[in-house]
């Protein structure tokens, strides 16, 4: 509360009683009001009510409408963005970068954008594959 009260239900702002204007007025006679427990107290307790009882319903329900919505199934992707093409192969995205610049691994160039395809990185597995058994024999 701001200021001394002066008469039961009315404040005193700075030097002058809140009564003087319109909306020092209203704004008086809704702390009045909320003060002696009138109606907006009780529309505040209806209010809280009503929002218990929503939390109540949105939580022991799902809309139908949620459920009936099938899942889209997204395509396999063409192009990587290198960090998913040194997922793919289990190594460092730096060293995807150094593959690339040797011309071990195809990627293309998209604006600024560098994408690998999918089957340069297939091709780059097999290559290593291939390399790991004619090293062996």
Same mark, same amino acid.
């Given at each position: 509360?701001?200021?001394?009260?002066?008469?039961?239900?009315?404040?005193?702002?700075?030097?002058?009683?809140?009564?003087?204007?319109?909306?020092?007025?209203?704004?008086?006679?809704?702390?009045?009001?909320?003060?002696?427990?009138?109606?907006?107290?009780?529309?505040?307790?209806?209010?809280?009510?009503?929002?218990? /009882? %929503?939390?109540?319903?949105? #939580? $022991?329900?799902?809309? !139908?409408?949620?459920? *009936?919505?099938?899942?889209?199934?997204?395509?396999?992707?063409?192009?990587?963005?290198?960090?998913?093409?040194?997922?793919?192969?289990?190594?460092?995205?730096?060293?995807?970068?150094?593959?690339?610049?040797?011309?071990?691994?195809?990627?293309?160039?998209?604006? /600024? %954008?560098?994408?690998?395809? #999918? $089957?340069?990185?297939? !091709?780059?597995?097999? *290559?290593?594959?291939?390399?790991?058994?004619?090293?062996?024999?």
């Amino acid at each position: 509360m701001t200021g001394r009260r002066t008469q039961p239900g009315y404040r005193s702002v700075g030097n002058r009683r809140t009564s003087g204007n319109r909306l020092t007025r209203d704004v008086t006679e809704v702390t009045a009001v909320t003060d002696t427990g009138g109606p907006v107290l009780g529309a505040t307790h209806e209010l809280a009510e009503l929002l218990s /009882r %929503l939390a109540v319903l949105l #939580t $022991s329900q799902r809309p !139908a409408a949620v459920e *009936a919505q099938p899942t889209r199934v997204m395509p396999e992707r063409v192009l990587l963005t290198p960090e998913e093409a040194s997922e793919h192969l289990g190594i460092g995205r730096t060293t995807v970068y150094a593959l690339i610049k040797s011309g071990a691994l195809e990627s293309v160039q998209i604006g /600024r %954008l560098r994408r690998i395809p #999918t $089957s340069a990185v297939h !091709a780059y597995a097999a *290559a290593l594959v291939e390399q790991s058994r004619t090293q062996i024999a």
